[in-house]
């Protein structure tokens, strides 16, 4: 984010992607036309005339222009989300991580069987599309479905129910800005962002307008 006074005296804060979310490549530039990277090499060119990038195989857009068949051709062993056409590198689970998302699956489908499996839970890796734009492919850690109430309207898009995605130092600012603004507007009904280190656990609840309850590892969150 950026600090600056308007006209008339008020100091306003601006906050926006960062100069490097746009500069894949480091030029300094945010077009992709110019075809040599920051060391002086030349980039190989798509049939699209676009830069092709050296990690990801794809042709380099504007961040905000990726789509999902962009995302197809990314080789598998590189891990990525697009949220709102821009990609996100995914960094690899901690052991910590990787507990908690397992405790908390492991309590979720123990009640799911006991209940009837109205709701499952499903555990990353697993993909989640909303609407049809081809501008969002998401893995959260944790994520539920339910079936449908008998008076909810049939679409296309079926938003998951529940969502909780478990922290770690270089996912802090996507997981309390870009994705939770993402599911709010997705309709996802619940989000948990889990905080190891605080040992903490947000809770907005955004069917019932519901935000940002904080509970410690300690308390029983309903």
């Not at 926006?16 to 040599?36: C, I, K, N, Q, V």
């Not at 999902?68 to 689970?93: C, F, H, N, Q």
């Not at 081809?134 to 079926?158: A, I, N, S």
Request: hydrophobic share 35%.
């Amino acid at each position: 984010y950026e600090i600056y006074t308007d006209i008339l005296g008020h100091e306003v804060v601006q906050v926006r992607e960062s100069g490097p979310a746009y500069d894949l490549y480091g030029t300094g530039a945010l077009e992709t036309t110019d075809m040599m990277d920051a060391f002086g090499g030349k980039y190989e060119i798509s049939e699209e005339g676009l830069p092709i990038h050296p990690r990801y195989k794809i042709p380099v857009r504007r961040q905000g222009e990726y789509t999902t068949d962009d995302l197809d051709k990314i080789p598998d062993e590189i891990r990525v989300e697009l949220i709102d056409g821009v990609i996100y590198d995914l960094a690899s689970p901690t052991s910590i991580h990787q507990i908690i998302a397992g405790t908390v699956h492991t309590i979720m489908s123990n009640y799911a069987a006991e209940h009837g499996h109205h709701c499952m839970p499903y555990i990353a890796p697993l993909d989640v599309e909303f609407d049809n734009r081809k501008k969002d492919r998401l893995q959260p850690d944790l994520l539920v479905v339910c079936e449908r109430e008998k008076d909810e309207p049939e679409t296309d898009q079926h938003a998951p129910d529940f969502i909780m995605e478990v922290m770690s130092p270089s996912s802090r600012r996507v997981d309390l800005l870009i994705k939770l603004n993402r599911y709010m507007r997705a309709g996802v009904k619940e989000y948990w962002i889990v905080d190891p280190e605080k040992k903490t656990v947000l809770v907005y609840d955004f069917i019932n307008n519901d935000f940002a309850h904080t509970y410690s590892f300690d308390d029983k969150i309903p």
